[in-house]
């Protein structure tokens, strides 16, 4: 079992930064990568931001690219979003999830997420 954690979230205004945290704890010695998604109301659940635990190889949205950064921290089995000129096209839950092994395994979602809102 692996425990996630989300926490950061909060009200910005459109341009400001906030900085995520996601602390994984349990079963993680197989960790492969761990990931940021979002979920808007209405709308699905999209990826955002992910890194490879190993070498801290990261991948990006389109639409984030360039504005947020996704960072680990080893000893502290965390990983972070930091998000800048943030947009209120940003509001949304969001979740951190964890990958076991290898890339073909299925994402592990454990938190119940951090709100994000960006006021205009």
């Known amino acids: 079992q692996v425990q996630l954690v989300e926490s950061g979230g909060g009200l910005v205004q459109a341009g400001g930064s906030l900085k995520l945290s996601c602390a994984a704890s349990?079963?993680?010695?197989?960790?492969?990568?761990m990931a940021w998604f979002r979920q808007a109301p209405g709308k699905e659940r999209e990826s955002v931001a992910r890194i490879l635990w190993s070498n801290g190889r990261a991948a990006y949205s389109d639409s984030v690219t360039g504005r947020f950064t996704i960072s680990r921290d080893f000893a502290k089995n965390t990983v972070y979003l930091h998000m800048s000129d943030l947009r209120p096209e940003d509001t949304a839950l969001y979740y951190c999830a964890i990958q076991l092994g290898s890339h073909t395994v299925p994402w592990t979602f454990g938190g119940q997420g951090t709100q994000v809102t960006v006021s205009p």
């Open positions: 349990g079963r993680t010695e197989r960790r492969y990568a």
